[in-house]
């Protein structure tokens, strides 16, 4: 049989989806214990005052029992007053999970189960995209899969900041691939979106791969990819490109993750600076062109990209 959770678990943090996996872990870990555990999952708002001795108050026949009372920062203070009462003696066989979502408020109770070492869970707000691109691996990990940098940062443009649906998105792809999942097998998925359209044909262009370049554009500009996005990420791809073959070795200044330079390294390896002056003037007509400038967006962008396919190859 399972070990079982521990007796007191503390879940802090305003991240609802890792507080919610968090609740489920410690109930999914009773359960491997003691199948027949009774849940008491409190929603916030939803303990009146004197409910809560009930709810942790031992069984008759001494049942196990996780009792989850959420939200634990906006409890008055006779509700807090009364956990920290059970607190000061707690029934053997009562599993705690509170969640409080960090900051100052309900600060006294937080000390109070603080003192008394809990488990503790952190659920923090994922801000920034290395965070997210973090969170993302770490799915397939949980599933002792791998996914490329490359095709995280795909997903994460794509989906968003959401961690749900970067969850679910994680979950759609282990379920239908098998293996590592790479930048070709994500593009299956999110190519036609706004960000991931643009910098998908970028990079082709920048890599020679001129059909597969032209077929994602048609594709792009027939699901309504704005032009505007596309000229400005193949701006972007051949920049980097002078940008990381200035920087040398010490890329440091140039605000890349490090999986980002080898595969802007791995681009530049048939680039010289002559070509990358072509590449650049043609992105700048191209861009022109949507713009207005030209009748025919779709004839300025297949026609950039031919140039920039071209100027790869000059030495």
Do not use: N
């Amino acid at each position: 049989m399972a070990a079982p959770p521990p007796p007191l678990t503390l879940v802090t943090g305003p991240e609802e989806f890792l507080v919610d996996r968090a609740v489920a872990a410690v109930i999914a870990a009773a359960r491997a214990a003691e199948p027949a555990v009774e849940i008491c999952d409190m929603a916030p708002g939803t303990l009146p005052p004197g409910t809560f001795a009930e709810l942790v108050s031992p069984s008759l026949f001494g049942e196990a029992k996780v009792v989850v009372v959420r939200a634990v920062q906006d409890l008055a203070t006779a509700q807090a007053d009364e956990i920290k009462r059970y607190l000061a003696d707690p029934a053997d066989q009562i599993v705690l999970v509170l969640t409080h979502s960090g900051g100052a408020k309900g600060k006294a109770l937080l000390d109070a189960v603080r003192k008394l070492k809990p488990e503790i869970v952190d659920c923090p707000k994922l801000t920034k995209p290395a965070e997210r691109m973090t969170f993302l691996r770490g799915e397939f990990r949980r599933a002792r899969r791998a996914i490329s940098d490359e095709a995280a940062q795909i997903v994460v443009d794509a989906v968003g900041s959401d961690l749900r649906e970067l969850a679910a998105a994680a979950d759609q792809l282990l379920a239908d691939t098998e293996g590592a999942v790479d930048e070709a097998t994500v593009a299956k998925y999110y190519t036609g979106q706004a960000e991931v359209s643009g910098f998908t044909i970028a990079d082709l262009a920048v890599e020679g791969r001129l059909g597969e370049a032209l077929e994602q554009l048609r594709f792009a500009l027939d699901t309504g990819v704005a032009s505007v996005l596309i000229t400005s990420a193949l701006a972007t791809g051949v920049r980097q490109i002078g940008k990381v073959a200035s920087a040398g070795r010490d890329t440091r200044d140039l605000g890349m993750p490090p999986w980002k330079v080898d595969k802007i390294r791995r681009q530049m390896r048939s680039w010289t600076p002559d070509g990358l002056t072509v590449a650049l003037r043609a992105v700048a007509t191209a861009d022109a062109a949507v713009k207005g400038a030209a009748a025919d967006p779709a004839y300025a962008l297949e026609k950039c990209l031919v140039t920039i396919v071209g100027a790869r190859a000059r030495r």
